[in-house]
């Protein structure tokens, strides 16, 4: 009977908010709490973006290459892998800091831990010292990704939210578009500082985090599982009812958090073996993990870190046109992960991954035949097409793996073991990562050097 309450509850507090006629920019406390989503969660993954194009430009500067005496195969592949080996070294306490102390703090404990590993990169006087800078970074990303995931789930109003956590994985780009700006502009510096000064500048992020977390409230959901009703009841009132306290919208939130809560923390032991306790729970962990896997092994590592490579592959070796090439592909890729983030109420969860996935095998096999059509003939052709599949590619990640990664995380992963559930997704995806980025400089060794340039 409590749990088909808890079902009631749940859905009649979604039918209320999509029947709610006043949109959330009329809303004065709600569009607050939005705007300051912005730099202080959702901007969170901005450093990921950040991060894969430091390292992807960093290889087109001359001084990089030379400050680190021209990385080539399994160094070339860990000076870009310390990241995800960082994260996944740091991801099984972050369920201890995230549900203990809260979605903030541990928001601000990943900031304060990347922008040391930041300072450290951007004045490594070494390789190690510059692996090392990175797998600190790497440790205290995933501790701002999985509590910033989480709270945003849990502070937006229900008609917004499923589009807010989409838009989570969209601001990679905007990380990727300065990074990879930055790094354009440094080239013209012929010295250190041109990798240096791009290196510095991916705390920004982590800094934004410092300095706003705490002017956004504590998720109302963690706050009653503290027994901290009346802070909790007082961030609805404010934020889903615009300060009316006889609100029956948020009188039915409460209900259905407090329900919610007795039941899970009834039934769990706050532990990791809750997460194969049941069938339903072991589900899901198939699910985040296949997730993880998906997300990190469908290509777009190639993209991400080696786009450098790819392009001398199909004889552009140009560091200019590699770098405008590259900052464009962010710019458009920015377009289509925002465009799928607002479209993503539109359509069924599983429909959006199919046809994802679909569309990115037909962009790779096209893709990858236009590359070896070009290296058995040099058709200028064919590496015209590369570059256009290599665009192709963007909307078609961006359809499933970037829109709906976190959406349907925080969806089907229950209040108690949420932060386990995305901390799993997260282990998944940067092992996955971490292999990615190593075996793709190793592969690319392999192959016998292409000597046709063009602009």
Known sequence: MVGASSGSDHNLIHRMAVDDPIPWYRKPNLRTMYLLLFPCVIGIEMTSGFDSQIINAAQLLPAWKAYFGNPTGAYNGILASALPLGSVIGLPFIPIVNDTFGRRWCIMFGSVIMIIGTIIQGFAFNGPMYILARGIIGFGLPYAIVAG????????????????????????????????????????????WSWRIPSLLQMAPSLLQVAFVFFLPESPRYLMSKDRFEEAEAVLIKYHAEGNPDSEFVKAEIAEIR???????????????????????????????????????????????????VLKLIGYTDPSFQAKYNLGNQCWSLICGVSAALVVMRFRRRTMYLTGIISILAVYVAWTACTAIFIDTKSDVAAKMSLFWIYAYSPAYNLCFNALTYTYLIEIFPYANRAR?????????????????????????????????RD
């Open 421 to 453: 559930g995305i901390s799993i997704f997260q282990f998944w995806g940067k092992a996955a990562q971490f292999f990615g980025t190593n075996v793709n400089p190793i592969g690319k060794s392999l192959l016998r050097p292409i000597k046709h340039g």
């Open 259 to 309: 329900t919610t809560l007795e039941i899970e923390l009834e039934h769990s032991k706050r532990s990791w073996m809750d997460l194969v306790a049941t069938p339903g729970m072991r589900r899901r962990v198939i699910i985040g993990s296949l997730l993880g896997l998906f997300t990190q092994l469908s290509g777009n590592v190639v993209i991400s870190y080696f786009l450098g490579d």
């Open 149 to 192: 995931s989480c709270l945003i789930g849990e502070l937006g109003y229900p008609k917004e939210r499923p589009i807010l956590t989409s838009l989570f994985n969209a601001c990679y780009f905007i990380g990727a578009i300065v990074a990879a700006g930055c790094t354009f502009g440094t080239q013209q510096i012929n010295n250190d």
